[in-house]
């Protein structure tokens, strides 16, 4: 569930796992945390199939058939398979794209097989063989209780016969090098740890997401970010047991089988604090060259998150915290006195970029699931007032048209940001209130 929901929706594993969470504490779906392929016929697939006739049409249609679910192999003892209980909830957005995703996996499964086929072409090219593949839907079968999730290309290739000449028209060199492997996705890592039986099906999402909060890993695709990739060096050096996956998944296996009956709780549990003592002692006897390790690890993550670029008189452009929030400095401060401001809300993230009109480095600022990215100087040309609105504020500057704030009743004045011009109340900061010029930034970017 968790990796089809990122396939389709990009929701993250835990978003997911939270989600499923509420609608089974509502009784839409069944228990969540599961790695069940299977669904028990105690569950009666016939009564909520009619229960769901009131979500969807299509459930009419497998009322008509004899009920056989297609189940894979994985079993879980304690729960079955994620399906709709058949009580229709009113909800929407995300928590409906999840519910929507459950129920049309659930009824996917009593649909008939799908035929795919696939044509296979061989060229002979001076004894060098080119090879064409095409593949096409013939029969939908399941598909269509599980649209729009199925995502398979259909590519049918011209008709050919055994034999057959073929005129080369135009030959086209590619000049490629072999690429590296994909990076994961928060889904396509829950695959893998799940392949190398690492973790659990309810921990699984939390270890991404904490990996994330630590700031180990950062972006979609993951990349390991300075300060994670030091961790594991320091500890690879130092400590590498604490590291070691074959032990994790060791006990993961001896817990399963304490489910199973076969081991008991105390032989397991003795085992593991034999090894936690060795792990630890030797951990304690490199703890300080540890320590040092990810204390210069993790100053260098800092310095490489506040550092901005280059600024123009030779030194480098810094966050900096003051009184008044965050801003930009030099660090030849008293030298070179440039300061640039930032926004108070939102994330800001160093980016690489240069401005294309005025030279200076660019920024990002995250704020409510937005990206923006921005030249951190406020007299940028990109972002003058341009159109209609250029005469607004000319005459706006030149005190022809005066606006009083609907707040206070103050008069509004022209100000600036890293966002671009704006009005703003002159009695700031008692009043807070903003409006964009016409055509201008929006006002909820300047709202403190």
Not at 115 to 122: F, H, L, V, Y
Not at 173 to 183: I, N
Not at 416 to 439: A, N, Q, V
């Amino acid at each position: 569930m968790q990796i089809e929901a990122y396939r389709c929706f990009k929701i993250s594993p835990k978003e997911t796992l939270a989600i499923a969470q509420e609608l089974y504490i509502g009784g839409f779906i069944s228990y969540p945390r599961t790695s069940s392929q299977k669904l028990p016929k105690e569950i009666d697939y016939r009564n909520i199939l009619e229960s769901l006739k009131q979500y969807t049409n299509l459930a009419s249609y497998l009322l008509k058939k004899k009920l056989r679910p297609n189940e894979g192999n994985k079993t879980d003892p304690a729960h079955p398979s994620i399906y709709p209980t058949g009580i229709i909830p009113k909800i929407s957005g995300r928590e409906l794209k999840i519910y929507d995703l459950i129920v049309k996996r659930f009824m996917a499964v009593f649909g008939d097989s799908a035929i795919r086929e696939t044509n296979t072409i061989k060229i002979d090219c001076n004894k060098e063989i080119f090879i064409a593949k095409g593949t096409r839907t013939k029969e939908k079968g399941w598909h269509i209780f599980y649209m729009p999730y199925v995502k398979l290309e259909e590519e049918e290739l011209p008709k050919t016969e055994k034999n057959e000449e073929v005129e080369n028209t135009k030959i086209k060199l590619h000049d490629k090098e072999t690429s590296p492997p994909k990076r994961y996705t928060p889904a396509s890592i829950i695959k893998e740890l799940e392949k190398k039986n690492l973790g659990t099906k309810a921990t699984r999402a939390q270890i991404i997401d904490t990996l994330f909060q630590r700031d180990y890993t950062k972006g979609t695709p993951i990349e390991a970010t300075k300060l994670g990739i030091r961790i594991v060096e320091t500890l690879e050096k130092y400590c590498p047991r604490i590291l070691d996956e074959k032990l994790t998944r060791h006990f993961e296996e001896e817990m399963e089988e304490i489910r199973e009956g076969k081991k008991k709780n105390k032989e397991v549990l003795d085992e593991a604090k034999d090894v936690l003592k060795k792990i630890l002692k030797e951990f304690k006897e490199q703890e300080k060259k540890i320590g040092q390790g990810l204390l210069e690890a993790e100053r260098e993550t800092l310095l490489k998150e506040k550092t901005i670029g280059k600024c123009r008189c030779g030194g480098t452009l810094l966050i900096r915290k003051g009184r008044f929030g965050r801003f930009i400095a030099c660090d030849k401060y008293p030298t070179c006195k440039v300061t640039f401001k930032l926004p108070i809300n939102g994330k800001v993230v160093t980016s690489d970029k240069i401005c294309s009109h005025c030279s200076y480095p660019m920024i990002k600022i995250i704020k409510n699931r937005r990206t923006q990215e921005l030249c951190i100087n406020k007299d940028c040309p990109s972002k003058k007032i341009k159109g209609e609105a250029e005469n607004e504020e000319k005459e706006i500057k030149s005190g022809k048209i005066e606006k009083e704030c609907p707040k206070c009743g103050k008069k509004l004045v022209l100000r600036k940001s890293i966002y671009g011009e704006f009005l703003g109340c002159s009695g700031f900061p008692k009043c807070r209130y903003t409006e964009k010029i016409k055509d201008g930034p929006l006002k909820e970017d300047f709202k403190k």
